[in-house]
């Protein structure tokens, strides 16, 4: 795909790649040549504390079953805290030089709001070529962008956003105002947003809900809504992020056209793409917020790792994602050095095809009683259930997961951390932890529960970008060998593998990487019925719970319920076990400063912050 402009190279396979990067910095970079002694990366600032939330209205009834047996002392009710946005200063500068950047995969570039979905909403998050109302700094903090701030009111229900004056789209296409904003949310509602269920009920026509003026969006959410899961939604960057793009460039070339030459608000603005081989972008100069210190910005579409260590050897690449292997290859280069944000992505065994029937929801495709750890009811006191259960567990006994963290990422992680979305509220969970590993007990419970010889089951990365994604889960297919189980193996592109997942149709287990949350219940979109992208669960019990956990603005009541749903998942060995945390970990090149303190971490599976890197001094 051409978009405009003319490229400084051509790519004919990615076989080729490096030597047509050589080319181009030796044609066309002008990058300092200087090359001082690595400094280094900046100390990373404590998460901030969740603020305290008022009191709800007494939350809806719902099914009950056993109580669980893990509590802890609630904390007091008091307003919430609104943060007002920080003022990002302006650099005025002449953007010069190329930028170049090794990603494992990227697909085809179209990125529209009515037509979002992944890898495409991930990768552009990271770049960014657009910008969310919200973001959330190094610090956790939540802090404005296109939205300069954002009012509650008491009720939870009336959402009203102030928007940043004088944002300007990209090619021409004029200011950036409240109509914007409506038609991008919208857009979302009906696309393959991971979280389209939860923006369509947020963001519907309701009464109350107006755009008084160019730079004011007022929003009737219908039923409350906690803040610190709502502001999640309307934050770049990561796999669920939402940007804004220009109303008026839609409307007159139509959403095909847009969708691969779009006009949006971020210091990138698309250029040029070629399907498997790169992104272009170039640098928008006297951008409202940072304007970028190099002229352009290219992503590479590098899968294997050792092509992308050649190219930041011989300075092709600049940066690029990395195995923690690599790490000490990457400290022995003369100049370059890695930075590092602690405990920045989780890695989760999603187990899929445990869709039980839910009042009101198609009956599942990949819903199938026959697999062995499907149960053939959702009645978790039957014996069907207590059998899948067991195969389920032993599944997760067999994952050696301290091996891994030795193995793998050499003491950069741990395993602290049994079920995602609760890295940082452990006391909810006190008391229960992933099995210990037990290979020889894992092949007893599946002996018992009627497979002595094991069974199949399909095993597939999620190649989102992290370190290791790949590697960690050729390891448990190793693992799962050895107690028996046919692993079918499966390395797939991440385009490919999704449709399967929303569809409902994968049936197997996922390595998969993600960001730990500020509050469990804001995980939890994926999960529900309602949303496109699903983890491999949907169960009546939890799902009334997640629903009245994301509206239980009360923060003890909020604890209560995502107590319950931790112990039900954890207890049930259902999906998403963290088999462990690891940093996050970036190298930075010859001709780059670091630049940890403008890295946004709300998702650190991809590099982020390309717009702060400056040259080397």
């Not at 923006?199 to 929003?219: N, Q």
């Not at 050897?313 to 022995?332: H, N, R, W």
């Not at 014996?383 to 963290?405: C, H, Q, T, Y």
Request: with cysteine; glycine share 8%; net charge negative.
């Amino acid at each position: 795909m051409k978009l405009h402009g003319s490229a400084p190279w051509n790519l004919v396979a990615i076989i080729s790649v490096l030597l047509a990067l050589a080319l181009v910095l030796a044609c066309g970079t002008s990058a300092p040549e200087a090359q001082p002694e690595a400094a280094k990366p900046a100390a990373q600032p404590e998460a901030q504390p969740e603020a305290a939330e008022p009191a709800a209205p007494e939350p809806t009834a719902i099914k009950e079953l056993p109580a669980p047996q893990v509590q802890r002392e609630a904390p007091k009710a008091a307003p919430t805290a609104v943060p007002q946005a920080a003022a990002e200063p302006v650099m005025a500068m002449k953007p010069e030089g190329t930028l170049n950047v090794g990603l494992k995969e990227m697909g085809p570039f179209f990125i529209h709001p009515a037509v979002m979905t992944n890898p495409q909403i991930f990768v552009q998050g990271t770049a960014p070529i657009g910008e969310g109302l919200l973001l959330q700094d190094i610090n956790r903090t939540i802090r404005g962008q296109l939205a300069e701030s954002w009012s509650i009111s008491d009720d939870f229900k009336t959402w009203t956003f102030k928007l940043t004056k004088g944002v300007q789209f990209q090619k021409g296409y004029g200011e950036m105002t409240s109509e914007d904003v409506v038609y991008s949310m919208k857009g979302y509602a009906t696309s393959k947003h991971p979280r389209a269920g939860q923006l369509a009920r947020f963001w519907e026509d309701r009464e109350g809900s107006s755009t008084p003026d160019d730079y004011t969006v007022v929003v009737n959410s219908g039923d409350p809504v906690v803040e610190l899961i709502a502001v999640g939604w309307h934050m770049n960057v990561g796999g669920a992020s939402t940007f804004i793009v220009s109303k008026k460039q839609s409307e007159e070339i139509g959403i095909e056209a847009a969708k691969e030459n779009i006009a949006t608000t971020g210091p990138w603005e698309i250029v040029e793409a070629k399907t498997a081989e790169f992104w272009r972008m170039e640098a928008v100069e006297d951008h409202w917020r940072q304007t970028p210190a190099f002229a352009e910005l290219v992503y590479w579409e590098i899968p294997e790792e050792s092509s992308r260590i050649a190219g930041f050897q011989t300075g092709a690449l600049d940066t690029f994602l990395m195995s923690f292997d690599t790490i000490p290859l990457v400290e022995s280069i003369e100049g370059a050095q890695t930075m590092s944000v602690p405990n920045g992505v989780l890695m989760r065994n999603r187990l899929y095809g445990n869709w039980y029937p839910i009042e009101g929801v198609e009956t599942r495709p990949g819903y199938d009683p026959e697999l062995p750890w499907v149960s053939a009811s959702g009645d978790v006191t039957t014996p069907e259930w207590a059998s899948a259960r067991n195969v389920r567990k032993a599944l997760f006994m067999a994952i050696d997961r301290e091996g891994l963290v030795e193995s793998i990422l050499g003491g950069r992680g741990h395993t602290r951390t049994p079920l995602s979305g609760y890295t940082d509220f452990p006391d909810l969970l006190e008391g229960l932890d992933w099995p210990d590993f037990d290979p020889e007990g894992a092949m007893a419970l599946l002996a018992a529960e009627g497979y002595p010889d094991g069974f199949s089951i399909t095993l597939t990365p999620s190649i989102r970008g992290a370190a290791a994604e790949v590697e960690s889960c050729e390891i448990i297919a190793q693992m799962w060998n050895d107690i028996g189980l046919d692993v079918n193996f499966q390395r797939i592109p991440y385009g490919t593998l999704r449709p399967q997942l929303v569809g409902r149709t994968y049936q197997g287990m996922t390595c998969h990487a993600g960001a730990p949350s500020r509050v469990p219940a804001q995980g939890y979109g994926s999960y529900l019925s309602e949303n496109p992208f699903n983890r491999g669960l949907e169960h009546i019990y939890s799902e009334e719970r997640m629903i009245a956990a994301q509206s239980a603005v009360d923060p003890a009541e909020r604890t209560r319920l995502e107590t319950e749903v931790g112990v039900f998942l954890l207890e049930n060995y259902l999906t998403d076990l963290v088999y462990y945390t690891m940093d996050a970990v970036w190298p930075v090149g010859p001709r780059l400063e670091p630049w940890t303190e403008h890295v946004r971490t709300s998702d650190l599976r991809q590099i982020n912050g390309y717009e702060y890197i400056q040259h080397r001094k």
